[in-house]
């Protein structure tokens, strides 16, 4: 699956920014998906996930209550709303496709996803 992210952008801390990641082909609906960040100089860090059916999700501490993900399967895209946005959120946001489809605690680790977006820039100005 093909995946391409978009929404990054410049914004003031306690901004709100949407981001989107669009899936090619016709099997999206089968992915978990996941969304990951990565600042200067750290490591790849999880942000949240979504079951195939977006029945489950999981979210960093860090960001529970602030950042939503969603999935469309009819649209074959995945978000993440991000709300009272801080300087720490600044990073490359990534969305992640797992063919496994369910989550469970793999999912937190980058090695769950077989397929990777192209990162989307995020910064937030304090």
């Known amino acids: 699956v093909q995946l391409q992210a978009s929404g990054g952008g410049l914004v003031q801390a306690g901004g709100s920014l949407r981001l989107s990641c669009a899936a090619g082909?016709?099997?999206?609906?089968?992915?978990?998906m996941g969304w990951f960040r990565q600042a200067p100089g750290k490591e790849r860090e999880f942000v949240a996930a979504?079951?195939?059916?977006?029945?489950?999700?999981y979210y960093t501490d860090s960001v529970k209550g602030r950042f939503t993900i969603s999935r469309d399967n009819a649209e074959n895209t995945v978000s993440l709303q991000m709300n009272s946005l801080k300087p720490e959120d600044t990073a490359v946001y990534y969305c992640?496709?797992?063919?496994?489809?369910?989550?469970?605690?793999?999912?937190?680790?980058?090695?769950?996803?077989?397929?990777w977006g192209q990162g989307t820039l995020v910064t937030v100005s304090s």
């Open positions: 992640a496709a797992d063919q496994t489809g369910t989550l469970t605690s793999r999912n937190y680790y980058p090695r769950a996803y077989e397929y």
């Open positions: 082909g016709r099997t999206f609906s089968r992915y978990a």
């Open positions: 979504i079951s195939q059916n977006g029945g489950i999700t």
